[in-house]
């Protein structure tokens, strides 16, 4: 088919898939289909087992004080 014989509702999904396609192509996951090492599995679990207990660690506010940025 030729695209001058494309509805205008045919010649919109193309284009949209298109799009899609590029923007995934571009801003796409880069580390997609790698596998995390072990101490940063660890790391995370213990991160997440943290913040589940209420541990939310260090605020923002510290932090940027700590680094000698003024955070409003």
């Given at each position: 088919m030729k695209v001058?014989?494309?509805t205008v509702e045919?010649?919109?999904?193309?284009i949209q898939e298109a799009v899609e396609?590029?923007?995934q192509e571009l801003l796409g996951d880069p580390d997609q289909g790698l596998e995390l090492r072990e101490d940063i599995k660890e790391r995370l679990e213990q991160?997440?087992?943290a913040v589940r207990g209420g541990d939310w660690g260090i605020p923002v506010e510290q932090v940027a004080k700590e680094i000698?940025?003024?955070?409003k």
């Open positions: 001058n014989e494309l045919q010649l919109k999904t193309l396609e590029k923007l991160s997440l087992t000698g940025l003024d955070w």
